[in-house]
């Protein structure tokens, strides 16, 4: 299972920058970054290569944050590559909550972390098409 770190952040200036450093000066390695954002709040979420140990050291810090199991999955990195991956979606109805990419490309691959509102339905269309869910071990995180 790979899980996701979502830090809560107030808008202003420098906050990422702590927290990138913060996870740097501790060895924690990030494999994905992706931000949203309102008038009043961010949201950061982090895959990192020891989710447990970076929720320790973040909260310690003050941050308020969730952790959350994530899919992530492996497609071309080619042009369309991950076509079939959201032509699955569409044909299971599924909605996207959101996806981003991680930083980890190997072997012609590039990797897609995606949160959806059928999680076990989205695996069982994937499995149906021969795409299987990238495991936390194929990424190097604990």
Known sequence: MVYQISVFLENRAGQF?????????????????????????????LIVDN???????????GYLLSMTPV??????????GIAPVLA?????????EYMYSLFTHAEGKAYIV????ETEKFVSLLATHGITPTTAEELGIH
């Open 17 to 45: 920058a702590e927290i990138t450093t913060t996870l740097a000066d501790n060895g924690i390695d990030m494999r994905a970054i992706s931000v949203a954002e309102t008038a009043d709040y961010g949201i950061l979420r």
């Open 51 to 61: 989710a447990e140990k970076a929720t320790s050291i973040l909260m310690q810090h």
């Open 71 to 80: 899919l992530v999955v492996a497609v071309s990195d080619e042009p369309g």
């Open 88 to 96: 699955t979606v569409a044909e299971g109805n599924i909605d996207i």
């Open 114 to 117: 995606f949160r959806v509102n």
